[in-house]
Every structure is written in C-alpha cells, then in structure tokens.
C-alpha cells in the first residue's frame, strides 16, 4: 500500500490521519457530554484535564493532516457516485474539518477566558489564547456545545453515508478508507 493518495484511493498516511482522528473525536465528544453532567471532584477534574489534552492532541494532528493533504492529491470521486452524493460529502467533509478545528480552539478560548491556562497532560502549558473575560468564556462554552451537537449530526451523516456506499451501492468508497487491498463494484484499481 502507498503511504502517499493516489487518484484512486487514501494512502496509508491519511487513512491513520482519519481513523486516528475519527476515534479521538468520537471519544471526546463521548466524554464531553459525561462530564458536564459529573458533580465536581477530583474525577470531574482528571476528566476535563484529560479532555482538554486530548482535544488539543486533536488539534495537532488535525494540523499535520491539512499539511499533508496539500502535498497529496484527493482521490476522484467514483464514477459511480451520483452529482448530489458529490455534493453531500464535500459539504460534510468541509464542515467536519471545520468542527475538529472550531472545537479544540473554542475548548482552548473558553479555558482562557474562565482563568484556567491548558495544560497538555501535565507536559506543558500553552499559552493563554485570550485574557480572562466572563462574557467570551460563556459565548465560547455555548460555540463549544452548538459545534458539538452539530457534529454529532454530521457525522451520523458521514457515517450512514459510508455505510450506504459500501452495503447499498457495493462501491469501493469505503474500502478506499481502509488499509485493505479488497476490490468491489466500482472500484477503479
Ligand atoms: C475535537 C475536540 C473536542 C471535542 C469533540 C469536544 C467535545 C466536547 C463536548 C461534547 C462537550 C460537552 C458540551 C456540553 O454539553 O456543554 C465539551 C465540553 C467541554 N470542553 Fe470540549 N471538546 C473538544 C476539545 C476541547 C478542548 C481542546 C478544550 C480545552 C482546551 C475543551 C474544553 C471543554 C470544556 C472546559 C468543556 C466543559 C464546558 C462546561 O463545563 O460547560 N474541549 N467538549
Ligand atoms: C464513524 C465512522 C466513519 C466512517 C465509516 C468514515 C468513512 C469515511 C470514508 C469512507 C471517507 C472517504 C470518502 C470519499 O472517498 O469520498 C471518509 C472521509 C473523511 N472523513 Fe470519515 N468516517 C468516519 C468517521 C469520521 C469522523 C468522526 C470524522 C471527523 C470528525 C471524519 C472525517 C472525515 C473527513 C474530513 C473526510 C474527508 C477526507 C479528505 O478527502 O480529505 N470521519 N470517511
């Protein structure tokens, strides 16, 4: 398997990027909504800390995945994908790029302004985005919660959509997100 895209399918650099990103994601949102419902406490504590250094792990890796993707070229659509289905996912795509950029920098901007610098598994601290201020706190706590549901939402949509290719249409849209050399209907390699 290539470690760069080709026009035909991820390479294995941005299928890790992807599926890295996806559980990490998946799991913070999880969590997100676990621990706004914890009563404060030592647990509550570890598991915002934890939240915020994976969120910003996220962000990192999210960072490294755009730079990469400039240097590679996007696999085409299938000739089998309809002209809406195209339209769909790139619509899905962009705005799951924006969520996993939006989230970790509004996470990072609502720390700030509530006086709580973020530390990255006790490794270090970056720096404060912003001076504490109550009102930001609060509109970037909101963005935070509205971008995640909004998420949540389209990643269903992302997934339904996955999973309509491969089980419906038997196309290879799937497979080529995958480390697995199998081919199907629609498969141009
Ligand atoms: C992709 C990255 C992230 C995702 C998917 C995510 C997801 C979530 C979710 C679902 C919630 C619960 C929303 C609610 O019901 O209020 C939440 C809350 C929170 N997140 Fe994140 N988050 C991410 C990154 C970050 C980062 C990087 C930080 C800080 C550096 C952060 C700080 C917080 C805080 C402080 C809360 C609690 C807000 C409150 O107490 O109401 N998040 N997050
Ligand atoms: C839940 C399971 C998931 C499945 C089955 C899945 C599947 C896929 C597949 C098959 C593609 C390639 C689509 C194509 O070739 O047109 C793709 C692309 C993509 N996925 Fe997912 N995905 C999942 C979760 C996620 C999550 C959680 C995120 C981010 C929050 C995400 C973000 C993306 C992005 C941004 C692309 C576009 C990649 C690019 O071309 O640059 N995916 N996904």
Known sequence: MNWRNTAERYGAVAIGFHWIVAVLVITLLAVGLVMTDMKPGPDMFKIYATHK?????????????????????????????????????????????????AMPLSGWIMSSAKGFPVSVFGWFTLPDLVAPDKDLSKAANEFHELIAYTLIVAIVLHFSGALKHHLIDKDGTLRRMLPCPCRGKGDRE
């Open 53 to 101: 250094s994976i969120g910003i792990m996220v962000l990192g890796l999210v960072v490294l995945r755009l730079l990469w993707k400039l240097t590679n070229p996007r696999p085409a659509s299938l000739p089998t994908h309809r002209t809406w289905e195209r339209l769909l996912a790139k619509a899905v795509h962009l705005f799951l790029y924006f969520a996993i950029i």
